[in-house]
């Protein structure tokens, strides 16, 4: 077995495969304080796996209120170097459709009262994000949904994610101003993730499954209630299938990811001169660089 740790964030259904072996549940604490829930740790297939339920089991947080440095560093003390967070979104796009699978390579941020940074305190650095998630990644998962080659569902490799604050939706107005921008989907979770996955090093990216289509298009609000809750239902069953597919790939072929190193050029204090508190305080993320 590959001591390699592959960390899922997503909805509490995602750790209930039939294949998951070994489970334990572990509670972190952190030096951002607990995360959204115990994590979950198991074997898939002969790989490490560690699930997050990224709003609780419950879902009790909004996502303003998510726990994101305490989340992303609970997954690196786990020693997990990969992160595959599967996502509920909107589409910004005729062409992508409810129940799609969009993978997307960029981000715009929309997003106000977010910290989405482990640094300062007397410690500055400066992440390369021009490329904000990891490209092997994104294409193992994208060779994943290959693999599944899903009926009536389509692949969408690349494209743009707006990171809202909610936990209001958009209004027509805003809809409209990001499908101008050339946005491909819209959610409230994914961008803050992403930021502090580079900053830990974990190579990250985001499998955005399609519930339906934001309000921008005429028949948003006809669409039933009843109707969404399947759309997730079944979204659910088919990032399970992704991320079991991901894994394998993964285990049979562990890469380096640039993320992996991303601070090696990134911090510009002196660490002899830092706070020792706040050294102390990401400890974990400054190990390589003492």
């Known amino acids: 077995m590959t001591l390699t740790k592959i960390g899922i964030i997503g909805g509490s259904g995602l750790y209930k495969m039939e294949a998951l072996q070994d489970v334990e549940e572990i509670s972190l604490d952190t030096p951002f304080g607990k995360p959204s829930d115990n994590f979950i740790i198991g074997t898939?297939?002969?790989?490490?796996?560690?699930?997050?339920?990224?709003?609780?089991?419950?879902?009790?947080?909004?996502?303003?209120?998510?726990?994101?440095?305490?989340?992303?560093?609970?997954?690196?003390?786990?020693?997990v170097d990969y992160i595959i967070s599967a996502s509920a979104v909107g589409s910004?796009?005729?062409?992508?459709?409810?129940?799609?699978?969009?993978?997307?390579?960029?981000?715009?941020?929309r997003t106000k009262n977010r910290e989405s940074t482990f640094f300062g305190e007397g410690i500055v650095a400066h992440i390369g994000f021009g490329h904000p998630v990891c490209n092997k990644l994104a294409d193992t998962i994208a060779q994943a949904v290959r693999n599944l080659d899903f009926p009536d569902i389509d692949l969408h490799h690349g494209g743009t994610y707006v990171c809202m604050e909610g936990p209001a939706f958009s209004t027509i107005a805003e809809s409209n101003?990001?499908?101008?921008?050339?946005?491909?989907?819209?959610?409230m979770t994914n961008l803050t993730e992403a930021k502090l996955a580079r900053e830990a090093e974990i190579a990250y990216a985001t499998?955005?499954?399609?519930?339906?289509?934001?309000?921008?298009?005429?028949?948003?609000?006809?669409?039933?209630?009843?109707?969404?809750i399947q759309n997730l239902h079944q979204n659910g069953i088919n990032a399970q299938k992704v991320i079991r597919?991901?894994?394998?790939?993964?285990?049979?072929?562990?890469f380096i990811s640039?993320?992996?190193?991303?601070?090696?050029t990134a911090i510009l204090t002196p660490l002899d001169t830092a706070p020792t508190e706040t050294k102390h305080k990401i400890s974990l993320l400054l190990q390589k660089y003492l």
């Open 44 to 79: 898939l297939d002969n790989a490490k796996v560690v699930f997050l339920a990224r709003h609780g089991k419950n879902h009790h947080f909004l996502p303003t209120e998510l726990p994101f440095k305490a989340n992303i560093y609970g997954l690196k003390q786990l020693g």
């Open 92 to 109: 910004l796009q005729q062409h992508i459709r409810p129940l799609d699978l969009v993978i997307p390579d960029q981000f715009i941020d």
């Open 177 to 187: 101003l990001y499908r101008s921008w050339g946005a491909s989907i819209i959610g």
């Open 207 to 228: 499998l955005a499954l399609v519930t339906d289509y934001d309000c921008w298009n005429p028949e948003h609000d006809h669409v039933t209630v009843e109707t969404v």
């Open 245 to 254: 597919e991901t894994v394998k790939l993964i285990n049979k072929n562990p």
């Open 258 to 264: 640039d993320a992996h190193s991303a601070l090696k």
